[in-house]
Nanobody
Framework: VQLQASGGGWVQAGGSRRLSCTTS??????LGWFRQAPGKEREFVAAIKWSGVSKYYADSLKGRFTISRDNAKNTVYLQMNSLKPEDTAVYYC?????????????????WGQGTQVTVSS
């Protein structure tokens, strides 16, 4: 499985950005977004079951970030609103086909290359 993330860039605080991640191969993968800021560990952002019914968010991001997917396009999205400078990070999409926890980085088998999001104050 290959994942290609896009949509990163520079945005002012308070603005919005939508990230996309397109996957190759079959659609029956759970998909997640993680992020890594300079000097910090990669952390969970959001995840969505392959059916699209169940969604998971980091507690600190609920209400600002929304994950969705379009299986017909093999694409998962991350809509980010009310962005803050502390949201600055490289954002990674990931895929898994196992039943392990949705929010655990170690559960994911496949990773995209990451896309940089920079939020300026």
């Amino acid at each position: 499985v290959q994942l290609q993330a896009s949509g990163g860039g520079w945005v002012q605080a308070g603005g919005s950005r939508r990230l996309s991640c397109t996957t190759s191969g079959r659609t029956f993968y759970d998909l997640g977004w993680f992020r890594q800021a300079p000097g910090k560990e990669r952390e969970f952002v959001a995840a969505i079951k392959w059916s699209g019914v169940s969604k998971y968010y980091a507690d600190s991001l609920k209400g600002r970030f929304t994950i969705s997917r379009d299986n017909a396009k093999n694409t998962v999205y991350l809509q980010m609103n009310s962005l803050k400078p502390e949201d600055t990070a490289v954002y990674y999409c990931a895929a898994k086909s196992n039943s392990l926890g949705m929010i655990l980085r170690s559960s994911y088998d496949y990773w995209g290359q990451g896309t940089q999001v920079t939020v300026s104050s």
